[in-house]
């Protein structure tokens, strides 16, 4: 188990903070897309872990999280935390694991952007052909907001809201209404290997739609949660 410290953390949306951690010594290994097991800990030794996928690209010093406060065993120890408390991370694993494909397409919902804000940054820097898209309800609860307006160049990034769309400054695209086969047809090509992360049932809705468009099962790499 790698020992990290918290570096800082801010409230990302009403209930999502995103946490920062530094390595205290040797920092983990792990692929972009991939889990990690994160440890509360107390007296040095861990009291409960949970999955939670790691934001940051492998390549940063530091690690990042893009958390949802539940109020569980795990998240409500980070509600407390304070600057320079100490987590364990250990390599976890999942289907998302980015292995340097040329052509991808990365579709999120709710904290399921965690796993893909850390393939965009990895492979954005590797000039990798990127459609991004994410879902959300409403523009407050759009997680990473301003850092995506910064891949505009790098990615075609899509935002759909169920809840009415802001003025596109041109940097990404909205759209309004859930996302589907239409949306993704309208501003991606499918030729590509597709990652897809969010609530169970938006991963069964984007299964669907990816193979109405006649995207070979084999393309889709799909990780649910709750
Ligand atoms: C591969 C993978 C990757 C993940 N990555 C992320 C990620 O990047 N970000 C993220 O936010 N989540 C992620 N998750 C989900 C995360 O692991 C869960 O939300 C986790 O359970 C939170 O841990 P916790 O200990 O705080 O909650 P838990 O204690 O496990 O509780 C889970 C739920 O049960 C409720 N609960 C707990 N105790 C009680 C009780 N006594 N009575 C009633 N309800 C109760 C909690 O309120 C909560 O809603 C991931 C999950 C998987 C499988």
New binding site residues.
Partial sequence: MHIYTLKEWWKEAPSVRIFRFKPKTQKVQFLPGE?LFLHALENGQSI?K????A?SSPEEEELE????M???????RLEKMEEGGEVGVER?G?VLAYRGEKRIGLISGG?GI??MMSILRYASQKGADIAFFHSAREEKTVLYKKELEKFGDKAKIVITLTRGCWESKGAWICEEGRLNAEILQKHADTERVWFVCGPLGMCKAMKEALTSLGVPLSNIKL?G??
């Avoid at 999280?65 to 949802?68: A, G, N, R």
């Fill in positions: 889990f409960v949970r999955p939670m996928s934001a999280f893009c958390i949802k539940v109020g569980g065993e795990l998240t409500s976890g999942g904290t965690a796993p990780e949660w709750g």
